[in-house]
């Protein structure tokens, strides 16, 4: 493990590039990681939590836009006209604000939400400013944690952190993907 301490020892920004791509291939593991990496000192905390918040935003704004450009295709277009999807449309537009929020906190419901605010045409405006908030949230609660823990656990352990923190992470969410959803019984 002393090459990777060696290779962020030798390239500091590479912490800070690293938090800002990572919400484009794990959200949960590149905020736990970057707030893990600031309460072990990896880097500047303030530079990190900037960091993340601008990759999680940009990594929802995306998704969002995917969504807007899929409402142009003649598949999507007779999706939306579908009874079912209309009223989840009301639903999201109606509580935008609250249901953003929540969905930044509960596993599996942020990157549909984002695609389905851009498929309803929700103004981007908004949803940025409602996505802005949400990561600013969900990063101060993260990085407070974990600059608590650091505390805590004092200067030994914490330069430890991020390993052992980022492979739990990890394990949990390859655990969430694998398993199956109980099947509902016929009726």
Known sequence: MSWITDFFANNPWSVYLIAMIGPFVQEDTAVIGAASSAAAGTGEPALLLLATWAGLVVSDGWKYWAGRLAYKLPWAAKFTADPRVMAAHDKVVKRIGIALIVARFVPGTRIPLNVACGLFRVSFLKFILLIMLSAALYLGLAFAVFSTLGAIVGEQVRSAIPFVVVP????????????????????
């Open 168 to 187: 739990l992470v990890l394990v949990i969410v390859a655990v969430a993907w694998t398993r199956k959803p109980k099947q509902s019984p016929s009726v």
